[in-house]
């Protein structure tokens, strides 16, 4: 059974900086692209950034250019999202997904975690 597991959210002030975590199991780490999603209530999931299986690709998108950085580590089955000069507005729950190619539409994606809650007061 696929399980994602994600970390590293909390509560920070606007220009500083998290770092999330996700960790998989359940299947061949390295055989899939990640993705990191995020959704406020009632909005639906928008994409953030994604990652292809080897790490060579990776997809962000236009509001987090430049101050989050996607990254992997299949030695440790783990995804994770680096981000920086955060602002009020990437105040959500953070979801990572796993799926064939890092693509940016959530369909993409067959398997989910339950989140981790980012909050950023301004």
């Known amino acids: 059974q696929v399980q994602l597991v994600e970390s590293g959210g909390g509560l920070v002030q606007a220009g500083a900086s998290l770092r999330l975590s996700c960790v998989a199991s359940?299947?061949?780490?390295?055989?899939?692209?990640m993705g990191w999603f995020r959704q406020v209530e009632e909005q639906g999931r928008e994409f953030v950034a994604a990652i292809s299986r080897s790490g060579s690709v990776t997809r962000y998108a236009d509001p987090v250019k430049g101050r989050f950085t996607i990254s992997r580590d299949n030695a440790k089955n783990t995804v994770y999202l680096q981000m920086n000069s955060l602002k009020a507005e990437d105040t959500a729950t953070y979801h990572c997904?796993?799926?064939?190619?890092?693509?940016?539409?959530?369909?993409?994606?067959?398997?989910w975690g339950q989140g981790t809650q980012v909050t950023v007061s301004s």
């Open positions: 359940g299947r061949t780490f390295g055989d899939y692209a």
């Open positions: 997904a796993q799926g064939i190619t890092a693509v940016t539409n959530s369909v993409g994606y067959d398997y």
